[in-house]
């Protein structure tokens, strides 16, 4: 099994280096314009914070995959997890926001030990839609996860789950030897209890990722693919797959790199620069909350430690009507959420 970059010591590991690659070469020399640049010429600087509807928490970043694209940098051997003081004051600001979804995100968060204890104390706040996003494997990673399925359906978790590809050949590459196999295995449990099934409202959406140094195509006929393939192959039902565009972040970035392939997709994301897409981009309704409680317009700041541009930036300190009034922090790996069709956590925007 690989390891994290934090645990290879790569280069990458640190944020900063990460914001300096973004920030210089191609962009700096004025090859490319960067992101600020694009978006005032669309008089679209800066951008700023609509309706809160989204609460994104991530509950850690310890995870049972490694997978090459990820730009949380997970991993068996990250042990950055969310603690329960930290949930009580997650759980705190659930009850009182205007905000809509809430978003549980990893790593795997099903590692977190709180995990049960969370979802089940943040479902009592009435919730209109209650996201779970599962990397699949972890329902058959261990016996004490296998009940997860009856567990989701019980608080009627909508659970969105990573799949690369319909074959094993493309997913395991993306994530790992075994991984198609047991994915199937875990969606085959969900539809058993009602998961994607129609008529259920018991909601199954599956998340697909470029494999390589491309963005994803049109995500209609993605899901159209996908459905025909899973339903023949394994009679799998899932009810929509949210295509999303590979962010030059993290494990992604060194991806990038090591295949001499930073610059040809830094060119590919700008020419495909959508100023309709920025309208929707999910830092404007989402607001990322941290393992340990600090704040950040989306879950790709996160990963690059830039928080709000806000005097609160923790949990403890929540005030939304402070937090709309901010500028959203942007930089180059904005592109990637701004190209073609556009992208976010819940798939295309424009």
Not at 96 to 110: I, V
Not at 174 to 203: C, H, P, W
Not at 246 to 268: K, T, V
């Amino acid at each position: 099994m690989k390891k994290s970059l934090q645990a290879r010591n790569n280069d990458l590991a640190n944020t900063q280096r990460q914001l300096e690659i973004l920030s210089n070469g191609i962009f700096a020399d004025g090859e490319l314009p960067t992101f600020a640049k694009k978006i005032k010429e669309t008089n679209q600087f800066p951008l700023r914070p609509k309706k809160l509807e989204i609460l994104q928490i991530n509950l850690g970043y310890m995870c049972n995959q490694v997978c090459a694209h990820c730009h949380v940098d997970a991993g068996p051997d990250r042990k950055e997890i969310m603690t329960i003081e930290t949930m009580q004051q997650c759980l705190d600001v659930i009850k009182n926001t205007g905000a809509h979804t809430l978003d549980l995100t990893g790593g795997a968060p099903e590692m977190n030990p709180n995990f049960r204890w969370f979802v089940e104390e943040a479902s009592k706040a009435g919730i209109k839609d209650f996201i779970v996003r599962s990397n699949l494997t972890i329902i058959r990673a261990n016996k004490k996860y296998y009940d997860l399925p009856e567990f989701f359906k019980k608080h009627n978790v909508h659970v969105v789950s990573s799949m690369p590809h319909w074959t094993r050949g493309k997913t395991d590459k993306q994530r790992g030897d075994g991984v198609f196999d047991k994915s199937i295995k875990a969606l085959q449990m969900l539809n058993e209890v009602g998961y994607g099934i129609e008529g259920t409202n018991l909601k199954l959406d599956l998340v697909y990722n470029p494999s390589g140094a491309f963005l994803p195509g049109d995500q209609a006929a993605l899901e159209s693919d996908f459905k025909k393939a899973l339903k023949e192959d394994f009679n799998i039902e899932f009810n929509s797959l949210f295509a999303i565009t590979n962010l030059p972040i993290s494990r992604f970035l060194d991806y990038l790199i090591a295949s001499e392939n930073y610059e040809d997709y830094m060119y590919a994301l700008v020419e495909a620069y959508n100023p309709m897409a920025v309208e929707n981009v999910m830092c404007t309704n989402t607001l990322s909350v941290s393992w340990d409680g600090y704040l950040y317009d989306c879950d790709f700041n996160q990963m690059l430690n830039l928080k709000v541009n806000s005097k609160v930036k923790h949990i403890s300190d929540y005030n939304e009507e402070l937090l709309q009034n901010r500028n959203i922090i942007i930089n180059q790996h904005c592109y990637g959420c701004t190209s073609g069709a556009g992208s976010s956590c819940q798939g295309t925007v424009a």
